[in-house]
């Protein structure tokens, strides 16, 4: 089982920064890709951004191409997510969520495809 663990999320105004981290302490989570979606209040979950296993392929939701950079640091377990020129819209629970892949395959943006999810981190954009 793949615990993981959500940080980064806060009060922000239109047009700052935050970033996101997503952290396990089990090594296994470098044979994961990894996803991080969004729901936002009365809302459906939705999918903002993923990473393959390898770090080189990676996906992201018309919404955040241009804005939000996603990485990952596989000595330190670690998933980014670097949100820049946040919009009041962005406000939400942001999920990381991860499932074990082979090294060749590309990411998913179905939140059913993912095993493994976090407790989620709010994110609030003021204008």
């Known amino acids: 089982h793949v615990q993981l663990v959500e940080s980064g999320g806060g009060l922000v105004r239109a047009g700052g920064s935050l970033l996101l981290c997503c952290s396990t302490s089990r090594r296994a989570f470098s044979q994961h890709a990894v996803g991080w979606f969004r729901q936002a209040p009365g809302q459906e979950r939705e999918f903002v951004s993923a990473?393959?296993?390898?770090?080189?392929?990676?996906y992201y939701a018309e919404s955040a191409k241009g804005r939000f950079t996603i990485s990952r640091d596989k000595a330190k377990n670690t998933v980014y997510l670097q949100m820049n020129s946040l919009k009041p819209e962005d406000t939400a629970v942001y999920y990381c969520?991860?499932?074990?892949?082979?090294?060749?395959?590309?990411?998913?943006?179905?939140?059913?495809?993912?095993?493994?999810w976090g407790q989620g981190t709010q994110v609030t954009v003021s204008s």
């Open positions: 969520a991860s499932r074990r892949t082979i090294l060749t395959a590309s990411p998913e943006k179905q939140a059913g495809s993912y095993s493994y």
């Open positions: 990473i393959s296993r390898s770090g080189g392929t990676t």
